[in-house]
């Protein structure tokens, strides 16, 4: 799915407004938390899942202190 938004002034800050059809996808509704992970080519993910950029923190964390090992079984 390929959707483009505008942002809008909201208050002091700027918000996005998600149809219908984003919001069935992401399965998420009116008071849901949504978490916004980057992703390791620069985009941004969102997903209505908080359990999701909890385990992509304890991922970075794994991927930086092991960057040496995971680097030569790259190979």
């Known amino acids: 799915m390929v959707l483009e938004l505008k942002l809008r ?8 407004v998600l ?3 984003a919001l069935a996808h992401l399965k998420a509704g009116e008071g849901d938390t949504v978490c916004l992970t980057d992703a390791a080519d620069g985009s941004v993910r ?4 908080p359990e999701v950029a ?3 923190e304890v991922v970075k964390d794994v991927m930086h202190r092991y960057r040496n090992t995971l680097r ?3 190979k």
């Open 19 to 21: 149809p219908k059809r």
């Open 46 to 49: 969102m997903t209505a899942n």
């Open 9 to 16: 002034k909201v208050g002091n800050s700027v918000g996005l």
């Open 54 to 56: 909890r385990q992509m």
């Open 72 to 74: 030569e079984l790259a």
